[in-house]
């Protein structure tokens, strides 16, 4: 099993900044991809970021590209989402997820999930 703790979600005002981590433990050798979702009131859940997992590929959502970063330094590291000019749009509950190998697509089949923590983002 794999498990993810997210951490660093709060309150910030519009065009600030803040940092998400995502700690990954557990048995991650058949690990592909880590990712961020996010998921708004009575909105479906959307895709915001991808990174291979040994950090060399990162894939963006269109809604956040230029403003959102995914990174980690090498694979015993967190997973990081560095937020940028952030927009009440923005505000959701953040999930960090795992896809196992085997898929191409770096936005869907992730079978493993956080539990997400909140963003808010005010005007």
């Known amino acids: 099993q794999v498990q993810l703790i997210e951490s660093g979600g709060g309150l910030v005002q519009a065009g600030g900044s803040l940092r998400l981590s995502c700690a990954v433990s557990?048995?991650?050798?058949?690990?592909?991809?880590m990712a961020w979702f996010r998921q708004a009131p009575g909105k479906e859940r959307e895709f915001v970021a991808g990174i291979s997992w040994g950090g060399s590929s990162t894939y963006y959502g269109d809604s956040v590209k230029g403003r959102f970063t995914i990174s980690r330094d090498n694979t015993k590291d967190p997973v990081y989402l560095q937020m940028n000019s952030l927009k009440p749009d923005d505000t959701a509950v953040y999930s960090c997820?795992?896809?196992?190998?085997?898929?191409?697509?770096?936005?869907?089949?992730?079978?493993?999930w956080g539990q997400g923590t909140h963003v808010t983002v005010s005007s």
């Open positions: 997820a795992a896809q196992p190998r085997g898929y191409v697509d770096p936005r869907t089949m992730y079978e493993y």
């Open positions: 557990g048995r991650t050798n058949f690990i592909s991809r």
